[in-house]
């Protein structure tokens, strides 16, 4: 059974930085690209940064030059390294792996993780 495992989550001041981790286990996601999402209560899901096999990385305009996307594909493990978190960052937070390419709509993507909560206090 094919599963990503989100860690890493949990509650920070703004300003503070997270480290988010995805593991998929029962395959390997090397080929895939993989991608973080959001929601926050009432909220559609919005797309927070993508990484294709390549390493080639795509970001949401909320997120751009705060947060950085990174895979290390002999661990089979992505991350996210968030920055200068905001209230507005407060969201569970989603990993989801695609066999398209650059992809930032949720619809694209294959695999999706539980999700883990990140809470940012003002």
């Known amino acids: 059974q094919v599963q990503l495992v989100e860690s890493g989550g949990g509650l920070v001041q703004a300003g503070d930085s997270l480290r988010l981790s995805c593991a998929p286990s029962?395959?390997?996601?090397?080929?895939?690209?993989m991608g973080w999402f959001r929601q926050a209560p009432e909220k559609e899901r919005e797309f927070v940064a993508v990484?294709?096999?390549?390493?080639?990385?795509n970001y949401g305009g909320s997120v751009k030059g705060r947060f950085t996307i990174s895979r290390d594909n002999a661990k089979n493990t992505v991350y996210l390294q968030m920055n200068d978190l905001k209230f507005e960052d407060t969201a569970v937070y989603y990993c989801?792996?695609?066999?398209?390419?650059?992809?930032?709509?949720?619809?694209?993507?294959?695999?999706w993780g539980q999700g883990t909560q990140v809470t940012v206090s003002s």
């Open positions: 989801a792996a695609s066999k398209r390419v650059f992809v930032v709509r949720p619809v694209d993507y294959d695999y």
């Open positions: 990484i294709t096999p390549g390493g080639t990385t």
């Open positions: 029962g395959r390997t996601f090397s080929n895939y690209a």
